[in-house]
């Protein structure tokens, strides 16, 4: 047996004793093996021609490790197979990925007591590998700044970053300095998240800049002034700090607050982070962090370590964790589940209906509807099919509790879901995810200037 042959048998060997152990940690070892046996459909026939394709010496730790490398290798373009011909690709990902923090400890293991004689070796690649990480620490706010999220700061808050991307000096998305609003002006404040915001499309096409025309067209005698606010992935717990930091600035007499499906779940994540960091922290990303982020996002979920933790068999299992593991909880769990989870939104909104009022401004809420929750035929393309599906039970759980608030909450709350419905334009989505074209965004402008004249909050 060549040395080459004798660590592809070690890599073998050493992947059946982390099945066994990955069974023996995890609680979905059934599953996993699942997973696993598909990937070895490809890997084992593999293994099989690298193995009587090698010549050469008996013996040599370095050739012994060369076969671990090669079988390493030939594991990991067997994954990539597999998932190619599966129907879950994600989800046989994030069990690899399971797999594979159980195995590659083993095969660094036998590679170590393979080159013990060449300690040298060793030493050099151990100190290398620390300088390289060192190296990526020290360069990690540089690249974070100017290459990975150059648009968005880096705190908890993540907003714009002033004079990116068509914000202005506040990282708001307005032509207008903050000096041009003016007090005797109607000025108006859109708060919101990516559907607030649109980044992807021209300032003119999105539903704040849609809505400012709109209502100068019914005010007369007056310059009505709309400042979008909104900003990718933030929710009304962030949008209550922004208001308080740079509202007044801005001299509103009308606050419109834009509440998205994915704002129950940001806010629980960003009450977590506040209370870790604090209130007033100015605590940065770290580019690891943002490599997890991104590995998680590109296993299908949104925090991949959480979900191997929930999955120890030593793992404590709460029975009410502070936050709920899937983005879209209420989807699939009774109302009498998911509902508490809801006040942390709900009591943001409430402080920042306070805010409007200490700043003399009137307040209105509108709940926007996703694309699954009027017509499924939109955005055919989007990946959030699989954990948004438009027949979960708890589709419309969310525009039955905010109905039920709106009864005592003292200021107006409205449901776009009618409008949506209501209106014939198809299609109101992207393609491939679920935000609104030009369409959805002409249709939000339309409706939530209607119920804004109806409810006579634009004189």
């Known amino acids: 047996m060549s040395g080459t042959t004798r660590g592809l048998v070690e890599a073998a060997l050493s992947a059946l004793v982390a099945a066994g152990l990955a069974c023996l940690l995890f609680t979905n070892d059934g599953r996993l093996l699942a997973e696993l046996g598909r990937v070895a459909l490809f890997w084992a026939p593999v293994l099989v021609v690298m193995s009587r394709r090698s010549r050469g010496p008996a013996a040599g730790p370095r050739l012994a490790v060369r076969g671990l490398a090669l079988a390493l290798a030939a594991f990991v373009a067997a994954a990539v197979a597999a998932g190619l011909v599966t129907d879950g690709p994600g989800r046989l990902a994030r069990h690899v990925v399971q797999f594979l923090v159980v195995w590659l400890p083993l095969l660094a ?113 007056r310059r009505v002034r709309v400042a979008n606010f909104g900003w990718v992935s933030s929710s009304p717990v962030l949008q209550a700090r922004q208001l ?44 690891f962090r943002a490599f997890a982020v991104g590995a998680s996002l590109a296993l299908g979920v949104e925090d991949y370590g959480q979900w191997l933790r929930e999955r120890y068999r030593w793992a404590r299992r709460e029975a009410a964790p502070a936050v709920p593991g899937p983005r879209y909880f209420f989807l699939f769990e009774p109302p009498e589940s998911s509902e508490p989870y809801f006040r942390t939104s709900w009591d943001a909104i409430l402080e920042t209906e306070q805010r409007s009022r200490e700043m003399g401004a009137r307040f209105a809420l509108f709940i926007l509807p996703r694309y699954q929750q009027y017509d499924p035929r939109e955005s055919p393309r989007d990946p959030e099919r699989r954990v948004f599906p438009d027949d979960a039970a708890g589709l419309l759980v969310p525009f039955a509790y905010f109905a039920r608030q709106a009864r005592t909450a003292g200021f107006p709350v409205h449901s776009l879901r009618d409008d949506f419905l209501a209106d014939p334009a198809f299609p109101k989505c992207r393609r491939d995810d679920p935000h609104w074209n030009a369409e959805g965004n002409r249709v939000a402008a339309d409706a939530i200037a209607r119920h804004l004249l109806a409810d006579g909050l634009v004189p």
């Not at 004689?117 to 690249?143: I, K, N």
């Not at 990282?171 to 998240?193: H, P, T």
């Not at 629980?268 to 960091?277: F, H, N, T």
Request: charged share 25%; proline share 5%.
């Open 244 to 287: 308080r930091e740079i509202g007044a600035r801005y001299k509103p007499a009308l606050i419109v607050q834009a509440f998205d499906m994915t704002d129950f779940h940001d806010d629980l994540m960003a009450r977590e982070r506040l209370a870790r960091v604090g209130a007033g922290s100015g605590e940065e990303v770290s580019i």
């Open 109 to 221: 293991l036998v590679a170590a007591v393979r080159m013990a004689r060449q300690w040298r070796e060793l030493v050099t690649l151990v100190a290398s590998a620390a300088v390289c990480l060192a190296a990526l620490w020290l360069a990690g706010p540089f690249l974070m700044r100017r290459v990975i999220v150059p648009r968005y700061t880096l705190g908890v808050d993540h907003r714009p970053r002033p004079h990116a991307g068509g914000a202005n000096e506040d990282g708001v998305y307005s032509r207008f300095r903050a000096d041009d609003f003016r007090a005797e002006d109607l000025n108006v404040i859109c708060l919101g998240d990516s559907f607030t915001a649109n980044p992807h499309l021209p300032e003119d096409a999105r539903w704040p800049s849609l809505l400012e025309r709109r209502l100068q067209s019914r005010v007369a005698g």
